[in-house]
């Protein structure tokens, strides 16, 4: 069965930083964007980055110039680093698979994942 395993969530304090892994198992990685998802307490689920096939990204309005996503195909891993990080992104964050036919085909945020992780929670303090 496809899994999508997420790490390195934790508790920090505003001002600072994690990097999120999701390592993937039993789909050919590389045929699929990626993306970071996050669902807070009373929230609906919000598109945070994703990345293509080929590295393009896209990132929602609340963290463009903050996050940053990648990928290492060598390794089934996608990442995402969170810098500068404020109360309000406290959540679950979530990774995602969708299947992408065309290698040049752009990611996006609004589109339907085919597979999800189980999240892991990020608590930033005030």
């Known amino acids: 069965a496809q899994v999508l395993l997420e790490s390195g969530g934790g508790l920090v304090q505003a001002g600072g930083s994690l990097r999120l892994s999701c390592t993937v198992s039993d789909l050919t990685f590389g045929d699929y964007a990626m993306g970071w998802f996050r669902q807070a307490p009373g929230k609906e689920r919000e598109g945070v980055s994703c990345i293509s096939r080929r590295g393009s990204t896209a990132h929602g309005d609340s963290v463009k110039g903050r996050f940053t996503i990648s990928r290492d195909n060598a390794k089934n891993t996608v990442y995402l680093q969170m810098n500068s990080l404020k109360p309000e992104d406290t959540a679950v964050y979530y990774c995602?698979?969708?299947?992408?036919?065309?290698?040049?085909?752009?990611?996006?945020?609004?589109?339907?994942?085919?597979?999800w992780g189980q999240g892991t929670q990020v608590t930033v303090s005030s």
């Open positions: 995602a698979a969708r299947y992408a036919y065309f290698v040049y085909s752009d990611c996006s945020l609004s589109a339907q994942y085919n597979y």
